[in-house]
């Protein structure tokens, strides 16, 4: 059962194989990119095991120093639509909140940059959990964004935490009490993703994103990652002087960091050391 939008509640339990041993969530990680794959048909509905699973992972990439980008993606139609409904209710609840809060809370410290990959409805929990990444691309057409969960009496805790520094007061009030899913288009212009791209391009468009990132350097992506998310709460002299601090004694300690540099003045590809 899902947070209320279409009812695409599940009819059938997936018990097909996993990487990495997990039920509902594909882990892989190549060319310095971990990739999680939401993998629990037919909506990718949030269980308390599946963000389990997810957490998880999430914290074993604090010890793996040579990924240089998180992705978050979906099998089948839906990015996900949210929580069950039956863990609203009784003793469940709170696991469940724990189980979103420890992901937001999850993203938001790793020091590498997270990326998600929509390419159909995130409602509900779903919605919040593709926001909370750095950067979100998303299908035109097929992706869609929003919070129902008030038309079933019960409101998205993280949502309401979360979106106001996201989308600011004002529309977060219309997104939550109103119950709005939006299209992608209109997710990208009130921030609340990054980039929408045809639906048939998008995984040609997260390809080349992806690739990008993978050339990178290591060291580079998470001291830039740690520069941007360390000031987001604190007001500018304070977030300038943290990502000076960053530059300077994390950044600069790196050995990619002269290598890039030295890399410029030759007119040369830099060779990264991803160290």
């Known amino acids: 059962m899902a947070d209320f939008e279409d009812d695409p509640h599940e009819s059938d339990v997936y018990t097909g194989s996993t990487t990495r041993g997990y039920q509902f969530l594909q882990f892989e990680t190549a060319g310095g990119v971990a990739r999680l794959t939401l993998n629990r ?13 997810v957490n998880s992972v999430l914290e074993s990439l604090e010890y793996q120093r040579d990924v240089k980008l998180v992705v978050l993606a979906a099998t089948g139609k839906y990015f996900s639509a949210g929580f069950e409904i039956g863990d609203h209710l009784g003793d469940r609840a709170y696991l469940m ?13 790793v020091d590498k940059p ?27 057409q097929n992706a869609k964004f929003g919070h129902p969960e008030v038309r079933a009496g019960v409101f998205n805790t993280v949502a309401a935490a979360l979106l106001p520094h996201l989308v600011g007061r004002k529309k977060t009030y219309d997104l939550l009490l109103g119950g709005q899913v939006l299209t992608a288009a209109e997710a990208e212009r009130i921030g609340l993703i990054s980039r929408v ?39 500018f002299p304070e977030a300038l002087r943290q990502a000076e601090d960053v530059y300077l004694n994390q950044l600069m300690a790196t050995e990619d960091a002269e290598e890039g540099l030295r890399a410029i003045m030759e007119k040369r590809k830099p060779n990264w050391k991803d160290r």
């Open 41 to 53: 048909p037919p909506a990718n509905v949030l269980s308390i095991e599946l963000m389990e699973d």
């Open 197 to 235: 791209v045809p639906d048939d391009k998008l995984d040609a468009e997260a390809a080349a994103l992806i690739q990008r990132f993978s050339e990178a350097s290591a060291p580079v992506m998470q001291s830039t990652r740690k520069g941007i998310a360390g000031g987001l709460d604190l007001p």
């Open 97 to 109: 909140l724990e189980g979103l809060r420890r992901i937001i809370e999850n993203l938001a410290k």
């Open 114 to 140: 997270t990326l998600a990959i929509v390419a159909g409805p995130a409602t509900g929990a779903g919605s919040i959990l593709a926001a909370a990444c750095d950067m979100v691309l998303a299908g035109a």
